[in-house]
């Protein structure tokens, strides 16, 4: 069914074009819910339209709102507030959308035209995923399944750092102090081993370090690092790692297996996805063909030391390094050939990166250079840029160990969610007045068996994490503070699932299993304003899901999802269900209610947040 949103776009401009001459563009219609101190459902701002029309703001309302009136039967009055133009629907609209949104699915199928390809992730192979990979990996995951929602086909891929200097470093860390540790014999993800020998790496260089630096007054801290013996000898295993030196090449190869099994552990329990996984060791030289290209077309040159640059200040950016000197690629080199590979291989409708907001410039600079090459698809290139995610205690250091891994984060959410669910529950059962409202409580606590509980409180912990998360606006930096994230009463995933679950409740009591539809007749019935209310919120959730892949933001369907779940509250707080006499006004309420769980059931969904039946 057409939204009313959507008729009364077309009818507007329709309006304007007849009324006062006008070709107004789309982007000229906006349309927005009545604020709640005027009369009205929808609202139309007219002042984009008052030159045309040569009359008052109020007059140009007034002479849209007649025409409209006229024109759609759903629109039993308006009024006018200064260029503000507010309708009202007729109740027999909204049932009718309600009968007939329930029967469809509000997510489209994804389509098979060309696809988006979206990258997040991207971790490097020296240390388990932490809490900056969190915000990453559910970010790009969550814009991944609300673009497949909005009908478009989208691959989500990661590329692995799983080489340079990086990596060499917890290598040369095992090989010395390691006495052959493996993550069988410590009981350590292979993970969080290899994590654990970077930070004895950084531990020995620090030291070594500090004691150049006593030796030598008034030397960089940088310089001194790069002459201790074993930063030296870090970079002699990178360079035989490039050389292909077999002993270094295994050890190399036996140490990110470990890695990537516990990358794949903690992949799962996020619930995170992947169609195709690329490795930075075998993309990290395709570039260079295109730097020789750049060369011969005469759009990068060459310095006297045999590096190869990019100059962009006439594009207001400085110059930028693509080989060095000695013929290596740097990192913009790899980026330049993964792109081309990517596009190669997909055809891509677009190329999004997931990538924190301290790689704005390397992205702008990537754009710039492709166009320089030629590619005219450098204009696919999306950079989703998003902001630093800190807790309380402050900023995470990997090198210093103080890092918060994702692991530790999960069992730490899982076990915040247990004791707060168990202390919500005492308190049901002491404040159960009477016999009748114990049993009752019993009787909710019975539905889950043991095994079913600490599944539930593992989901209420990622519900929370996620949630909170994604809520935050993708751009700003944000705290994370998971006790304030697992409140059941405010703006919180827990919240949401604890609506959801209630919902399910209700239905169950009310006799209908899941996915039985509950019939009503709305001829002559008549809606409450909170029923209303509830309808048109639920309404607005294709244009709320278009918004959100349109702006990348599942922050847009977090706080819609919120918004839903107070408005389903507050009408279920006022108004009987299962109560109700009136059978069919008690069908109508039961399907208003089975549809807001659906569409709840469906946003978590796209925020990668599951949807309890009971808790």
């Known amino acids: 069914m057409e939204s009313i949103e959507n008729v009364l776009s077309k009818l507007s401009l329709q309006a304007v074009k007849e009324l006062f001459g006008f070709e107004a563009p789309a982007s000229a219609i906006q349309i927005q819910k009545t604020d709640k101190k005027f009369e009205g459902d929808l609202t139309l701002v007219v002042f984009p339209f008052v030159k045309a029309a040569r009359k008052s703001p109020e007059e140009t309302g007034k002479t849209i709102g007649a025409y409209l009136q006229e024109h759609c039967a759903d629109i039993i009055g308006f009024n006018t507030v200064k260029g503000f133009l507010n309708l009202s629907i007729s109740d027999a609209y909204w049932l009718k959308y309600l009968d007939t949104a329930r029967r469809e699915d509000p997510h489209k199928q994804p389509g098979e035209g060309k696809p988006i390809v979206i990258e997040y992730s991207s ?78 790496f950084s531990n020995h260089l620090k030291e070594e370090t500090e004691k150049i630096l006593s030796e030598n007054p008034g030397m960089e801290k940088e310089e001194a690092e790069r002459r201790t013996p074993l930063m030296q000898e870090a970079q002699q ?193 002491e404040n159960a007045a009477g016999q009748a409202a114990a049993a009752n409580a019993q009787a909710n606590a019975a539905i889950l068996n043991e095994a079913e509980r600490e599944d539930l409180y593992f989901r209420l912990g990622m519900g929370a994490l996620k949630y909170f998360i994604l809520k935050v606006d993708p751009v700003k930096n944000m705290l994370f503070n998971p006790k304030e994230s697992i409140d059941f009463n405010g703006n919180t995933g827990p919240f949401l699932q604890y609506t959801h679950a209630r919902i399910c409740s209700l239905l169950r009591k009310g006799g209908f299993q899941d996915g039985q539809l509950v019939d009503f007749n709305n001829d002559g019935l008549r809606i409450s304003d909170k029923e209303k209310s509830l309808i048109q919120n639920l309404a607005s959730y294709p244009t709320v899901l278009k918004q959100a892949g349109n702006t990348y933001s599942p922050a847009l369907i977090a706080n819609y999802l919120y918004d839903l779940a107070k408005d389903f509250n507050g009408f279920y707080q006022d108004t009987p269900v299962l109560r109700e006499t009136d059978e069919n006004l008690k069908s109508f309420r039961l399907a208003l209610v089975q549809y807001t769980g659906l569409i709840l059931k469906k946003g978590l969904y796209l925020l990668g947040i599951s949807a309890p039946s009971a808790m």
Request: aromatic share 10%; hydrophobic share 35%.
């Open 237 to 429: 295993m990178l360079k035989k790692w490039e050389e292909g030196d077999k002993e270094i090449r295994d050890l190399w190869e036996k140490m990110n297996n470990w890695v990537y099994e516990g990358f794949d552990a903690t992949y799962r329990r996020l619930g995170i996805d992947f169609d195709k996984i690329y490795y930075e060791s075998n993309t990290y030289l395709l570039g260079k063909s295109m730097v020789q290209e750049g060369l011969e077309k005469g759009v990068l040159y060459k310095r006297e030391d045999g590096s190869v640059w990019a100059d962009l200040r006439d594009e207001g950016l400085d110059e930028k390094l693509l080989l060095r000197k000695d013929g290596t690629s740097v990192y913009m080199t790899q980026d330049l050939g993964t792109a081309r590979l990517r596009q190669q291989e997909f055809d891509a409708e677009s190329l999004i990166y997931v990538v924190g907001n301290e790689q704005n410039y390397h992205f702008d600079v990537l754009k710039r250079v492709l166009r320089k090459l030629g590619y005219p698809w450098a204009e696919k290139i999306t950079h989703l840029s998003y902001g630093m995610v800190e807790l309380p205690e402050g900023k995470m250091k990997s090198r210093e160990g103080t890092v918060v891994d994702a692991d530790d984060l999960m069992d730490k959410m899982t076990q915040t969610a247990k004791e707060t669910s168990e202390e919500i529950q005492k308190k049901k059962e």
């Open 123 to 200: 971790p490097n192979t020296n240390k388990p995923l932490h809490l900056g990979h969190i915000r990453n990996n559910l970010l790009g995951w969550s814009v991944a399944e609300i673009l497949k929602a909005n009908g478009f086909n989208v691959k989500k891929v990661n590329l692995v750092n799983d080489r340079g200097i990086h990596i060499c470093k917890s290598m040369l860390a095992w090989l010395r102090w390691g006495d052959g540790e493996t993550p069988q014999s410590s009981g350590m993800k292979g993970d969080h081993l290899v994590g654990k020998y970077y930070v004895i």
